[in-house]
């Protein structure tokens, strides 16, 4: 049984600052990641994936992925008031298939 | 290319009727998976289906609940005889294959009267 595991939060950070979001998973072979966005009321939006290990950006957002300590990690710079959300952490692959396995979520506050 | 389409997009039941959720996958997408979502809580995988084939359903409560992916049309998933404890946000997502980015629908908010 894979899991996936974030700290529920709340995050908060001001307004421009870094936003750091932590997940560790359990199966060791897991082979691709994924961050989504989840807002209120709304359905979950997929903003990054990583599938190798080191560092991927994409705009204001960069996921990094170590496989050795079996961690991801999504960092937001300059974090703005729409950022505000609840960001899941995904995982698939490995041993069980090919299952998509969601942590928790962390929400996120970015204060004005 | 439309996205993940789920209908309906509200449906209220009352206890002890049928609900009947669909999910069509984004065009070219031959896995879905269902997700539950209580208020407030995060994502609880249900089952993952590809065109004709339950891969996995090691999520889905043992009784009332099915789910099917046919050879042509939507994904359904079926839950007989509602009960409150059933109310939920129920989202699908497809991919392409397994193991790649899947996207989700904007869900079915069943509510049990």
């Known amino acids: 049984q894979k899991e996936v595991e974030q700290n529920s939060g709340p995050l908060s950070v001001p307004e421009g600052a870094i936003a750091s979001l932590n997940c560790t998973y359990s199966d060791r072979v897991s082979q691709s990641f994924f961050w989504y966005r989840q807002y209120s009321g709304k359905s979950p939006e997929l903003i990054m994936s990583i599938y190798s290990n080191g560092d991927k950006e994409d705009g204001r957002f960069t996921a990094q992925l170590n496989k050795a300590s079996q961690y991801v990690s999504l960092l937001i710079r300059d974090s703005q008031p729409s950022d505000s959300a609840t960001y899941l952490c995904?995982?698939?692959?490995?041993?069980?298939?090919?299952?998509?396995?969601f942590g928790g979520g962390t929400r996120l506050m970015v204060k004005p | 290319n439309a996205g993940v389409m789920q209908n309906p997009r509200h449906l209220v039941r009352r206890r002890g009727q049928e609900a009947r959720l669909r999910c069509s996958p984004m065009k070219g997408h031959s896995h879905v998976y269902w997700y539950r979502q209580l208020p407030e809580e995060g994502l609880k995988f249900m089952v993952y289906?590809?065109?004709?084939?339950?891969?996995?359903e090691s999520g889905m409560p043992k009784e009332r609940f099915s789910a099917e992916f046919p050879k042509e049309g939507p994904s359904i998933l079926r839950i007989q005889q509602v009960v409150r404890g059933d109310s939920a946000a129920y989202f699908c997502?497809?991919?392409?294959?397994?193991?790649?980015?899947?996207?989700f629908g904007q869900g079915t908010r069943l509510t049990v009267v």
């Open positions: 995904a995982v698939n692959g490995g041993n069980a298939g090919n299952m998509l396995t």
């Open positions: 289906l590809q065109k004709e084939n339950i891969i996995d």
């Open positions: 997502a497809s991919s392409p294959w397994g193991g790649t980015e899947a996207f």
